[in-house]
């Protein structure tokens, strides 16, 4: 009987031990996959523009699909694409008051090439906004429709269907 129970008691904190071990493979492994699926780190990884920009920029917040807040932006366009960076006072108030600006911001500026972005009329339930992707990547990101045609106006761009 005191065999059965000391087999009993080694499984129990055999499985206990196990568990443990599949709970923290799982958090590091949900991490890494949002890490991966980062559509930020991805447009920054192929697209990242040190020079400065020299054109007009308009401030607005865009959406990326799967954060959870808006990323505070200042856009413009060129002949080689579209510009997306945040501005230095939003970088700075968000380094600082994270809680009192709710945020996400652009620490490096990106240019993304005309012939890499494709962009259309975003469906429900965004439909006021406007649907930039770049599918050698995978990534998207979604601009309210009014910045959106003003930028499209500006690059001599046909405006999407609404």
Same mark, same amino acid.
């Given at each position: 009987?005191?065999?059965?129970? $000391?087999?009993?008691?080694i499984t129990r904190s055999a499985?206990?031990?196990?568990? +443990?071990?599949?709970?923290? *493979?799982?958090?590091? %492994?949900? #991490?890494?996959?949002? #890490?991966?699926?980062? /559509?930020?780190?991805?447009? +920054?990884?192929?697209? $990242?523009?040190?020079?400065?920009?020299? %054109?007009?920029?308009?401030?607005? =917040?865009?959406?990326?699909? *799967? %954060?959870?807040? +808006? @990323?505070?932006?200042?856009? %413009?366009?060129?002949?080689?694409? =579209?510009? =997306?960076?945040?501005? *230095? !006072?939003?970088?700075?108030?968000? +380094? #600082?008051l994270t809680w009192r600006?709710?945020?996400?911001?652009? &620490? @490096?500026?990106?240019?993304?090439? #005309?012939?890499?972005?494709?962009?259309? !009329? *975003?469906?429900?339930?965004?439909? /006021?906004?406007?649907?930039?992707?770049?599918?050698?990547?995978? @990534? @998207?990101?979604?601009?309210?429709?009014?910045?959106?045609?003003?930028?499209?106006? &500006? $690059?001599?761009?046909? =405006?999407?269907?609404?």
């Open positions: 009987m005191q065999v059965n129970f $000391a087999v009993v008691s499985s206990v031990s196990i568990l +443990k071990v599949l709970v923290i *493979a799982s958090v590091l %492994g949900l #991490w890494f996959y949002a #890490w991966y699926r980062n /559509d930020e780190r991805r447009l +920054k990884r192929d697209f $990242a523009h040190l020079p400065p920009f020299d %054109g007009p920029l308009e401030n607005c =917040l865009i959406r990326f699909p *799967a %954060g959870e807040t +808006k @990323t505070d932006c200042v856009l %413009g366009v060129n002949s080689e694409g =579209l510009y =997306l960076s945040s501005s *230095a !006072q939003a970088v700075q108030r968000n +380094k #600082w600006h709710p945020y996400y911001v652009l &620490r @490096t500026p990106l240019l993304i090439p #005309w012939d890499r972005l494709q962009y259309s !009329q *975003a469906k429900f339930p965004l439909r /006021d906004y406007v649907r930039f992707s770049v599918p050698s990547n995978n @990534t @998207t990101f979604f601009v309210p429709r009014p910045t959106a045609e003003v930028l499209l106006t &500006r $690059a001599d761009r046909p =405006l999407p269907l609404s």
